[in-house]
Nanobody, 125 residues
Framework: QAQLVESGGGLVQAGDSLRLSCAFSGRTFSSYAMSWFRQAPGKEREFVAGINWGGSSTHYADSVKDRFTISRDNAKNTVFLQMNSLRPEDTAVYYC??????????????????WGRGTQVTVSS
C-alpha cells in the first residue's frame, strides 16, 4: 500500500493562502490518481479536489472551485493543494488519498484505500 504524508497546514486569517503538500511513497506514483479530502469536527469527511495520474485533468467540490488548485509533480512524487481566499468554513483536517488511476473521478472516501494522517488547517475570522 502507498504511504502518504501531508504537510503545510497551519493557522491563518480569512483571506490568506496556504499550500499543502503530500509526499507519496511505496508505489509507482504515476499509476495513481490523487485527491484531497477534509474533515471538520463533527462532520463527515468530504471530497475537496482530485487530479488524474498525469495532471491533465482535475475536479473540485463546488465549495472550493475557483479558490483551490490541485497539482502534482510526478518527478517528486508529490501532490499539492494551493488554497487561496481561505474562509473560516475551510477549517478542517486535510487528508490526501490515492487511488489507482483507472478509478479517477470518484469522490467517495470509501473508495480510497491509501490515506495520509492529515494536516490541520485553521482559518480565523
Amino acid at each position: 500500500q502507498a504511504q502518504l504524508v501531508e504537510s503545510g497546514g497551519g493557522l491563518v486569517q480569512a483571506g490568506d493562502s496556504l499550500r499543502l503538500s503530500c509526499a507519496f511513497s511505496g508505489r509507482t506514483f504515476s499509476s495513481y490518481a490523487m485527491s484531497w479530502f477534509r474533515q471538520a469536527p463533527g462532520k463527515e469527511r468530504e471530497f475537496v479536489a482530485g487530479i488524474n495520474w498525469g495532471g491533465s485533468s482535475t475536479h473540485y467540490a463546488d465549495s472550493v472551485k475557483d479558490r483551490f488548485t490541485i497539482s502534482r509533480d510526478n518527478a517528486k512524487n508529490t501532490v499539492f493543494l494551493q488554497m487561496n481566499s481561505l474562509r473560516p468554513e475551510d477549517t478542517a483536517v486535510y487528508y490526501c488519498a490515492a487511488i489507482l488511476g483507472q478509478y479517477y473521478g470518484t469522490r467517495r472516501a470509501a473508495d480510497f484505500r491509501s490515506w495520509g494522517r492529515g494536516t490541520q488547517v485553521t482559518v480565523s475570522s
